[in-house]
């Protein structure tokens, strides 16, 4: 095989990867893989004359390809933070599948493509879960806007749609050599039939499970603000942040009534931190003048996003992430506010902070780079956060799940809420930062498998769009025009049933991760047996 169709078939994968992304149906993934694959397998035919690392020059382009044309607004907001997520990312991609194809050279054929297929799901499992997450590209996700074919995620999660993809894409792969080898159809009946029973079976299951799906009437209406302020323009000073809320107030007076059980507003509302010490939060004057809109309404509670600080005792017993005044340490938390019908508060901290932008990963060890993060919200430096989801509880005792922004895209965190009793699910999220490009788009697809997950219904408020309501089969009700100042009013149905994922979470990835171990120690003692 020349250079030059080497090279082609790597960048055709990073194409055909990214067009999920891009809105071009999910299916399209199913076949994305197989230009690599036949990569891989000329690599292995050729092993005596290419080394391995070869092939993981060729991976590479595939990977940064699919990493820039699917993320490139990231650096609409910073433009080394992207540069950084562009090329890590692709570097780990690369070596997995360098990793995959290294056990296709040492293991049986139909080992080696296992082995691919738990390395890749094991990491996407780490990208959740160490301190450079980035699962934005996790294959599973690449249906969001598919949800009718993916229902049977509320027993899988995305890492079920992880694992369809690749089996899908090595199949289909195999039927492509076995007619290209001219192979009789005796010998090439099993991979097809294996491949009509992975296509059809989910996609006719799902189908059911979406139409006979019937929620639990259990309504609760709301109200979702939509203030539309640039985030390349605002200002924060004083006047401001008071224009900021006059005009959220306005928005919600056009719209609630007395029957609104909950007011939403978006991520960090007010992005001036030394407004809200959250030691007299009650004492804050937009926090009461909130408190006295909702006491307009005979049941309204209300939660929206600040930036707020927290001082601690002293300097010795301060988090990581605190930052030192002399003597004094403090935190700044991109925090949601939940004010009670009794005029009390409820706070919750983001805990899934984006690297580079809201904090700098693996702290410990680089914290004197600290001052160089940017934070989207009005601060610099990493912030503060706390370590697992808490519930808002409202005054009949439902509880609420509060999910900030970046939060949404991981599933099990999510699964979280739920199973500390989440009836409902509200995301505020500020995607104004990555402008008119697909990045919101995305964003807002996630949700829809994340109500699919949990069986949640969803209500979305983002500063500068797209706002909605989300029922828990993922349809998308009242979505609001972007870049434009909106107020919607909708009822969505709370819910107290329980999925087989919110229960055993990302058991699939689990399971892989300790696979991917046995085989990594098999390669190691292959290799020095050797």
Sequence with gaps: MKRSHRILLSVLSGVLLSLAWLGFPGWTLFFAFVPLLYLDNFFVEQKDNYRGVSFWGHTFLTFIIWNVLTTFWVANATLAGALMAFTINSFLMAGVWWLAHTARRNFRSNLGYF???????????????????????????????????????????????TFWVLIINILLFKIARNFQNKLSLKKSIYPILVFTILLIVPVSTSLIMYYSYVEKENPKNITIIQPNVDPYSESYDLLAETQKKEKFIALAQSVTTNKTDYIIGPETVFENPGYWNEANLQSNRFYRRFYDMILNYSNAEIIFGVSSYKVYPDKNTAPISARVNGDAAYDRFNTAIFIERSGQSQIYHKSKLVVGVEKMPFMKYLGFLNDIVINIGGTTGSLGQQTEPSNFVSKDGTKVAPVICYESIFGEYVAGYVQKGAGLIFIITNDGWWKNTPGYKQHLSFARLRAIETRRSIARAANTGISCFINQRGDIFQPTNWWVDAAINGTINANDKITFYVKYGDYIARVSLFVSILLLLNLIVKRFTK
């Design 115 to 161: 082995a691919l297929i738990v390395f890749w799901i094991s990491f996407e499992y780490m990208h959740y879960h160490w301190d450079f997450e980035w699962p934005w590209l996790h294959l599973g996700n690449g249906f969001a806007n598919n949800i009718k074919i993916v229902q049977w995620y509320e027993f899988t999660g995305v890492f079920g749609g």
